[in-house]
């Protein structure tokens, strides 16, 4: 496996390490919930509750009182009729409101909680069928990032119009040959500000809405690219390096779920120390919370407190973990 060195396209990097974070906080798990799901995609908050979106072909979306653990709500059925989904996602709104674009039927849903039925829906036909982690911004404003089998570009869309491509992913698409090179996540604090969190470079980046750079911050001492080769005879390269998983922002931040292990190691043992790093809307590093295993999609609730998706377990997949004050 090649293993590159990028060298940043302007002086303004900034490097950071675990002690520029004011603590790091140990996690417990505070309740367990026996949940009926099959791998989750996302976990949102809206008032008192989270909605977990998941694969299944029934129930996609079920949300889940988290103080209680008790199931409340669910709906979504695969499907092509009335209130069903094809290749649903679904996304932060302002204020606890949130939306669901299904890019199967070419329409949004626009929901004020998550007991009511959508409050309006929307159908397009401007977005490519490659769209990921579509965010909110502003007014009628969104971003997301397409990802093609040769380039990753960060797009702005305003519904009813063609998406602009915006240059804030240029010098990588330049640089490499393969989007799944530097795949990652995307956020937006739902004003002017876009991160971009990548998998396998050890940092992540921030632009404004027009996609200029504004920030780059990196890992002292990592600065390295792990490229994905592709699979063969059904087997990941064994070298492929992951740094970070999601990404998941509010108004104070955003909070990055952060692993550095080979793709080998996280096979021959899910359950490892991970760490979920918060951080200001200026990309300044804030504190760090330590779980005592693996974690895939997390979701913060507030006072230190966060529900994770636990791909170890069977019986509780769902978990609320709070600090652990006995240390």
């Not at 404004?208 to 990196?218: A, H, I, S």
């Not at 779920?257 to 300044?284: A, P």
């Not at 919370?289 to 006072?303: A, H, T």
Request: net charge negative; aromatic share 16%; glycine share 6%.
């Amino acid at each position: 496996m090649a293993v590159v060195f990028i060298s940043s396209c302007n002086n303004d990097t900034t490097y950071i390490s675990d002690d520029d974070f004011s603590e790091t906080i140990k996690m417990k798990k505070s309740l367990g919930i026996d949940a009926l799901i099959n791998d989750v995609t996302r976990i949102i908050k809206t008032g008192d509750e989270v909605i977990v979106q998941n694969y299944r072909d029934s129930a996609m979306f079920c949300v889940y009182n988290y103080k209680s653990g008790e199931l409340v709500h669910s709906w979504g059925y695969l499907g092509r009729a009335d209130n069903e989904y094809l290749f649903p996602e679904i996304f932060q709104l302002n204020g606890g409101k949130f939306g669901i674009n299904d890019m199967g039927k070419t329409k949004m849903e626009f929901y004020d909680d998550f007991t009511s039925q959508p409050s309006s829906v929307t159908k397009y036909e401007k977005l490519p069928m490659s769209v990921n982690d579509i965010c909110y911004l502003q007014r009628n404003e969104y971003v997301f990032f397409d990802d093609t089998p040769s380039k990753l570009t960060i797009c702005k869309w305003k519904v009813g119009e063609e998406p602009t491509p915006l240059p804030s992913l240029d010098y990588y698409a330049e640089k490499y040959s393969e989007s799944h090179s530097y795949i990652g996540f995307l956020g937006t604090n739902r004003a002017d500000k876009i991160v971009y969190a990548f998998n396998f470079i050890d940092g992540f980046d921030m632009f404004d809405t027009e996609g200029n750079l504004t920030k780059r911050v990196r890992r002292k001492g990592s600065n390295e690219i792990s490229t994905f080769t592709g699979y063969k005879d059904n087997e990941q390269d064994e070298d492929f390096r992951i740094f970070s998983f999601r990404i998941y922002t509010d108004d104070d931040g955003f909070y990055i779920h952060r692993v550095n292990s080979t793709n080998s190691e996280l096979n021959k043992s899910l359950e490892r120390t991970t760490y979920i790093e918060q951080f200001d809307w200026d990309g300044h590093p804030v504190r760090r919370y330590e779980f005592p295993m693996f974690i895939r999609y997390f979701c913060p609730l507030g006072d230190g407190k966060f529900m994770v998706y636990d791909i170890t377990s069977e019986d509780e997949a769902l978990q609320i973990f709070e600090p652990d004050t006995t240390n």
